[in-house]
């Protein structure tokens, strides 16, 4: 099973392509500044703490404005959400592309990739960690698509194994796991290590995991 093939069930975005044709120039960029608000405001002040006036105040936008492109704040919530999860998706693609046997540079520039996924989105994942909406239908789909990349890093991997592991979703899980939590400690709580230094030590733990 290839991850190409495995990704079946992403969200998807025909619809939004669709949407996005029908936009000029100015209304595109008009969008895009309500959702760069919006993630900024989400970062400062948590989901429930950002109304719509403030990230109509934040990009210059009447209220009227931000309804002809959104429903709700939700509705924002879930652009951006979409646009992360298919971001990680394209990163998470390319553990198919690497060789057998797999090669230690070839992970560490995986493990890099991942970091840059972070360095974009990083931030806005965590603050909907910490303080997203509580909605049960939101937190089980969020969870759903967590389970979802965690499988698909455990399945590449495992298919790179010299012994095959028997739970590729929990495989998967330590990998993003770490990955994450250590971009997390050193640009979030602000640890003095190096992203480099980071990187290389992952690489070498994924490594391990591939040889044994």
Known sequence: ??????????????????ELADLGPRALKAREAILDA??????????AGTRINNITDECGASRAGFYTYFKSKMDVVEV??????????????????????TRYDEVRAWVQSYFDFM???????????????????????ANRLTMRTAFLVGIAL???QTTPT????????SIVSMVERTWNQIHVRRLPIDD??????IAHLIMGTVTG
């Open 1 to 18: 099973m290839t991850l190409e093939t495995s990704t079946s069930d992403a969200p998807s975005t025909s619809a939004d392509h669709d």
């Open 80 to 101: 951006l959400g979409r646009t992360t999860y298919r971001d990680c998706l394209a990163v998470v693609g390319t553990l198919d592309t690497l060789s057998r046997p």
């Open 196 to 201: 480099q230094e980071a990187v290389a030590a």
């Open 119 to 141: 360095d974009e989105h990083g931030a806005f994942m965590n603050a909907l960690s910490e303080s997203g909406p509580t909605d049960e239908d939101f937190r089980a789909t």
């Open 38 to 47: 919006a993630r900024k405001l989400f970062l400062e002040r948590g989901y």
């Open 166 to 173: 028997d739970a590729p979703e929990a495989l998967g899980l």
């Open 158 to 160: 495992r298919s790179r």
